[in-house]
């Protein structure tokens, strides 16, 4: 088992406190939900902890491994965000072999979804096929820990279905942590739960705690 551990994370921008005193743990095998109103922080701290992103404070680490430069997250750390990074004139097949091992990449070239895109480039893709490139890239990506920024955003129910299917399937071997307003899907796939408020992240133990903090109203 592999642990990323991240700890004393504070970040603000110019007189604005957005995180302050935060601390996550994922292991491999486990899905961790991160929960959290629009700009309550929660793409800022998946930066943070993939590296692009600095810190007022920080201390991250894998194992026993701290991770102080945003190389020594190289191979470790993989992650999606909510804009499309996949070059416009480069094959999806050869996006495949670039992203991932050869186990890996068999297994993306022989799936349905991926299969009628194989030999097209992502110009000629809607957002909602970009997407799922870009999500499945990064999910079967050689990384041992996954972070999801919003990877069902613009999906129809079945592919949305079709992506938690994968998360769980390579979470397995992975650590991964997913952020999205659909916070049913969330919930449906994680093994722990976190709610980011005003500047502060707490482990969420049902659904009544989200309404106790009005993330959710007190009907549901």
Same mark, same amino acid.
């Given at each position: 088992?592999?642990?990323?551990?991240?700890?004393?994370?504070?970040?603000?921008?110019?007189?604005?406190?957005?995180?302050?005193?935060?601390?996550?743990?994922?292991?491999?095998?486990? %899905?961790?939900? =991160? @929960?959290?109103?629009?700009?309550?922080? *929660?793409?800022? /701290? +998946?930066?943070?902890? !993939?590296?692009?992103?600095?810190?007022?404070?920080?201390?991250?680490?894998?194992?026993?491994?701290?991770?102080?430069?945003?190389?020594?997250?190289?191979?470790?750390?993989?992650?999606?965000?909510?804009?499309?990074?996949?070059?416009?004139?480069?094959?999806?097949?050869?996006?495949?072999?670039?992203?991932?091992?050869?186990?890996?990449?068999?297994?993306l070239l022989q799936l349905s979804i991926i299969k009628p895109f194989i030999n097209e480039y992502s110009?000629?893709?809607?957002?909602?096929?970009?997407?799922? %490139?870009?999500? =499945? @890239?990064?999910?079967?990506?050689?990384? *041992?820990?996954? /972070? +999801?920024?919003?990877? !069902?955003?613009?999906?129809?129910?079945?592919?949305?279905?079709?992506?938690?299917?994968?998360?769980?399937?390579?979470?397995?071997?992975?650590?991964?942590?997913?952020?999205?307003?659909?916070?049913?899907?969330?919930?449906?796939?994680?093994?722990?739960?976190?709610?980011?408020?005003?500047?502060?992240?707490?482990?969420?133990?049902?659904?009544?705690?989200?309404?106790?903090?009005?993330?959710?109203?007190?009907?549901?």
């Open positions: 088992m592999n642990r990323l551990h991240v700890d004393s994370i504070s970040k603000s921008f110019g007189d604005k406190k957005i995180l302050q005193d935060i601390y996550l743990s994922c292991d491999t095998g486990k %899905i961790v939900g =991160l @929960l959290g109103r629009n700009g309550a922080g *929660k793409s800022t /701290l +998946l930066k943070m902890i !993939f590296g692009t992103v600095k810190g007022d404070s920080q201390f991250i680490r894998i194992n026993d491994k701290v991770l102080q430069h945003q190389m020594d997250r190289k191979g470790k750390i993989a992650y999606l965000p909510q804009y499309s990074f996949i070059p416009k004139g480069v094959k999806i097949k050869n996006l495949i072999y670039l992203f991932c091992n050869k186990e890996n990449t068999e297994k110009r000629n893709l809607s957002g909602g096929e970009k997407k799922i %490139i870009e999500a =499945l @890239l990064i999910i079967y990506s050689d990384a *041992k820990f996954i /972070l +999801l920024d919003e990877p !069902f955003n613009a999906l129809s129910p079945k592919m949305t279905q079709e992506i938690q299917k994968h998360i769980q399937e390579q979470s397995k071997e992975k650590g991964i942590i997913i952020s999205d307003h659909r916070y049913q899907e969330v919930l449906g796939i994680s093994d722990d739960i976190y709610l980011l408020s005003n500047t502060y992240l707490k482990q969420i133990k049902d659904l009544k705690e989200l309404q106790q903090y009005n993330y959710l109203p007190k009907s549901i």
